[in-house]
């Protein structure tokens, strides 16, 4: 074993040479690799001297004179070869320019890439190995790095597939040296008793394994195939170049015959050893994944996650196999080393001495007011109201018969106890994860406050992302268990989704085994009626408390961790900013804010509207859940006030006197038009119409009153003025750059009146951080201004002469032009103000810099002729008169087109955040000639 307690130096002897089939060919163009980091290094291995070729960045580093960080040891896998790690070595050496110089060393592995080919039959077999085996390969890595010159004063390992576990193996065999450890994709231990996935089965079998591995490119062939997009043919043919022949390809075989899938395989030992060292690694260590891999699926991530629970991790959704080539992994890689090995832990943020402002009002424990109501006055008063179905399956018979859909706060603070019962009997522990398939109403409140209460996680990926979008997220977040109604667990069984399952309702002995439930909510509560956890503790403030999904409408959805505290300090903010007082009632048109109702102490009123479609909610449903609720708060989506208005005509005197009795209403998501306020103030004459801004990871940050709105309009400024910020809370701004980069020095709002910036916020309800997207979370956080911890929002816009923040936008939507930046609201505000215009939607077409701006109008008559007379023909290019105006309204800015589309694409969970990314790709394609149809 190699003792890595000195400066290594080359041996004495000579690289031997490589037969010609086998040695790198110069003559051979690699992209994305630069020759001079290859050579040939002769090594003592256990079966004597082999050669090994390596791509090295030490040679350049000391021609620049440049001392490293560090070492990374990067492991490439089975049928790759160094080529692998290109865009590592490259990213090394352009960082080292900016002071943090690693030294990267990526061998291809005995047998592989352009390494010392060995002597075996053509056709491994397992029962007789004459491949290399697992072991011998961690002894590979001890010779090589005695025969290179390595200075191990910091030292990380780095690998892929079966490079991951041989680099994992060997930093725990070598754990006294190896300072900390990363892998891509790969699996340490298989259970013996389950099958090996089916895409790695068939190359295994012993009568194909030489056909599929040696005697043909196949195997090679179908994992390039596994990359996310085809691979450019040269990145292909450089990947194959050490594979031309069958005898440069025995070692890909010998790797597939070495997994160790059976008890009596050579190589099981090996990789026990290397399992049950990792359970007892310490050191740092970071898992980035590609999830959509056939081989080393989800189920290896959940295995390494939990031997190295302190691993940080990071899932590139979308992503496979091929990880390096979907993704850049450089980026998350150095930023990761620098955050450990650069300036030290302190400068990790979220990590050092950073923290966030005090909150608004005294922070409550999620259960606090629950548990007050029930046993106070109000005790009988209703909690929460479902006006979405018939009463639920565990009312009483009373209720049951008036279709009474209510239960009071009693009766909600009983079945929260009951079911944290029965849930722990069922196995339920605190911390684990419980993804909630229930549609929003009773029996979502008492489930999830039941999981709330029992310290498990909730997980909240709501029907609203659709079933491509809950299934990434379900996958993503890996519940423990899964509490569904039929059509969840349906779903759930149908598509795989991780977690043992709970339903909802009692069901049937046939239906429980076809959805393979091991218990139903409905049962627990009548078996554990009365039965409470008053002697267990509640759950610690810094526990989690729940993962909420975005809603995927700039990107696949991500996960956003709260713990208790940051709940408990939402819940604080809302009463406080909100005046929220006992007897309060709220109907919830945005059904994630249903859940909160119980916290903050008020009534929740879930109208009847599809979760999906927020835009079907009706004037008549707000106005029976304002009578059945006796409510006097009202939250709707930007589109579900829409269509309220769209159907205030049908309302009768009785729900229009009911509608007059709300005192509060509020809209979120999207901006909403000063002309659409102004008509639900007639609807809801006595109510203050509010239009907070937030995001999933901080649900309130500004706030501002209708009236607010409308003087803010007078003043003519880009985009939509979302008020000031709240108590608690602070903004600062990022200034973006000519090419929209934003700025890494922050500044103060009052020192930044109308410039163009990130918006940057600190508040003590903010997210605790994003699930499993550590990358995503590092780039989220900024510590860099004022000892706070701050948290990138990636919209943007500018804050005004009072400190008020008008949004413009995403940051990703920036147009770059020639004349600078420019938000989408710049142009959107004044085209939306058009009487033919419904909304808009500026998008940038063109190289970043130069960018030419276009703008697409979704119009506002509902009538097939008047939209078509705003079209050229059946083109949506925009009419020649129709397309003078809207250049008109924006004067300053040169529109290069203007298109008609009859209905902007939108996410689904609000029906108000436009697709720009999606119309700025349809818009090219127009403009190129194509033919096109809906975006």
């Known amino acids: 074993m190699v003792s890595l307690r000195r400066r290594f130096s080359p041996i004495e002897a000579a690289p031997a040479r490589l037969p010609a089939d086998h040695a790198p060919d110069a003559g051979l163009a690699f992209p994305g690799l630069d020759p001079q980091w290859s050579r040939l290094v002769r090594a003592k291995t256990d079966d004597g001297a082999r050669t090994f070729h390596v791509l090295d960045t030490g040679p350049a580093l000391a021609a620049l004179g440049i001392t490293p960080t560090g070492t990374i040891l990067a492991v490439h896998g089975n049928p790759t070869w160094s080529y692998l790690w290109r865009s590592v070595l490259s990213a090394s050496l352009e960082r080292a320019a900016e002071g943090s110089a690693w030294r990267v060393i990526a061998p291809d592995q005995l047998d592989m890439g352009f390494s010392e080919r060995l002597a075996h039959p053509v056709a491994p077999a397992p029962d007789a190995p004459s491949y290399r ?161 056939p081989v080393f699926q989800d189920r290896y991530l959940a295995d390494l996650q939990a031997r190295v629970p302190h691993a940080d991790l990071h899932r590139f959704e979308g992503a496979g196999h091929m990880l390096v080539e979907d993704r850049d992994i450089a980026a998350p890689l150095f930023t990761w080393l620098e955050d ?122 709501d029907a609203g992302l659709g079933v491509r979008g809950m299934t990434r997220a379900v996958r993503s977040a890996r519940p423990d268990w899964i509490i569904g109604a039929q059509p969840g667990l349906t779903l759930a069984r149908s598509l795989g ?116 479609k927020p835009a079907t909610l009706t004037a008549t449903a707000v106005a029976d859940a304002a009578l059945a609720g006796e409510a006097s708060m009202f939250f709707g989506s930007p589109a579900a006030l829409r269509n309220v208005v769209a159907t205030a005509a049908g309302l009768s005197a009785l729900q229009r006197r009911a509608l007059g009795r709300i005192s509060l209403v509020l809209s979120a998501g999207a901006p909403v038009h000063p002309d659409l306020l102004n008509a639900v103030q007639d609807i809801f004459p006595a109510a203050e119409i509010h239009t907070p801004y937030g995001m999933t990871e901080g649900l309130l940050q500004a706030d501002i009153e209708r009236r607010g709105v409308l003087d803010a309009m007078t003043t003519a400024q880009s985009g939509v003025c979302v008020g000031s910020a709240v108590d608690g809370v602070r903004f600062a701004l990022a200034p973006l750059d000519s090419v929209g980069v934003p700025a890494e020095v922050l500044v103060e709002p009052a020192d930044a009146e109308g410039v163009l910036g990130e918006i940057v916020v600190s508040a003590a309800h903010l997210k605790a951080g994003y699930d499993r997207l550590w990358f995503t979370d590092r780039i989220s956080r900024r510590d860099t201004h004022d000892g706070l911890l701050w948290h990138r929002t990636n919209d943007i816009g500018h804050f005004d002469a009072d400190s008020r923040l008008w949004i413009e936008g995403r940051l990703q939507h920036v147009l770059t032009t020639a004349a600078g930046p420019i938000g ?79 209905e902007l694409p939108t996410d689904v969970r609000h029906n108000s955040k436009i697709d720009r990314t999606g119309l700025a790709a349809w818009a090219e394609r127009v403009l190129a000639g194509e033919k096109v149809g809906a975006p």
């Open 340 to 461: 450990h090995f650069g300036q030290g832990p302190a400068a990790i943020p979220g990590r050092g001495s950073q923290r966030s402002p005090e909150p608004a009002g005294t922070i409550l424990g999620l259960h606090e007011q629950l548990t007050s109501l029930s046993t106070s006055a109000r005790r009988r008063d209703a909690a929460v109201v479902d006006m979405t179905a018939e009463a639920e399956p565990w009312s009483t018979a009373e209720d049951a018969a008036t279709g009474n859909r209510a239960l009071s706060w009693e009766q909600l603070a009983r079945q929260v106890d009951a079911l944290a019962v029965g849930l722990r009997a069922t196995g339920v522990r605190r911390g684990d994860r419980v993804s909630l398939l229930v549609q929003p109403g009773n029996t979502l409140t008492v489930i999830l406050y039941a999981c709330l209460r029992l310290g498990a996680v909730a997980v909240v990926a």
């Open 497 to 612: 989704w991780p977690g043992r399952r709970i339903s909802a309702q009692r069901l049937t002995a046939r239906r429980e085994r076809l959805l393979g439930t091991v218990a139903s909510v409905e049962s627990l509560l009548s078996r554990h009626e009365g039965e409470s956890l008053e002697n267990e503790p509640h759950p610690a403030a810094e526990d989690p408390a729940a993962v909420l999904f975005t809603s995927g409408s700039t990107g696949p959805a991500k996960g956003v961790v709260y713990t208790h505290e940051r709940l408990g300090a939402l819940v604080a903010l809302l009463v406080e900013q909100f005046d929220i007082r006992p007897g309060a009632s709220l109907i919830a048109g945005f059904a994630p804010f249903a859940l909160l109702g119980p916290a903050i102490g008020a009534t929740s009123v879930t109208p009847e509207m599809s979760v999906t």
């Open 824 to 902: 989408p609201g710049t142009v959107e505000t004044p085209v939306d103000a058009l009487p033919e215009v419904a909304r808009s939607a500026a998008v940038p077409v063109g190289p970043r810099g130069t960018q030419a701006v276009v703008v697409i109008v979704e119009p506002e008559s509902e009538s097939e002729s008047e939209r078509a007379a705003l079209r050229e023909g059946r083109s949506p290019v925009a009419e020649v008169s129709f397309a003078a105006r809207v250049r008109a309204a924006v004067p300053e800015i040169q529109v290069a087109a203007v298109l008609v589309l009859d």
């Open 133 to 293: 085996q697992l072991q011998t390969r961690l002894g590979d890595l001890d010779a090589l790095m005695d025969a290179l010159e390595v200075d191990t004063s910091t030292l990380v390992t780095l690998g892929h597939d079966w490079g991951g576990v041989i680099s994992l193996g060997w930093a725990v065999r070598q754990r006294g040296q190896v300072d900390a450890a990363i892998t891509l994709n790969t699996a340490v231990d298989h259970p013996i008793a389950e099958p090996v996935p089916a895409a790695l089965r068939a190359a295994m079998a012993p009568a194909a394994l030489p056909a599929a591995t040696v005697t043909t490119d196949a195997f090679l062939r179908v994992t390039l195939g596994l990359a996310e997009e085809t691979l450019p043919a040269a990145v292909r043919e450089a990947y194959r170049a050490p594979y031309t022949s069958r005898s440069g390809r025995g070692g890909i075989g010998g790797f597939v015959a070495d997994i160790p899938a059976l008890s009596s395989h050579g190589s099981r030992a090996a990789l026990q050893e290397i399992s049950a060292g990792l359970s007892e690694w310490d050191k740092p260590t970071l898992l980035l994944w590609g999830p959509k891999d």
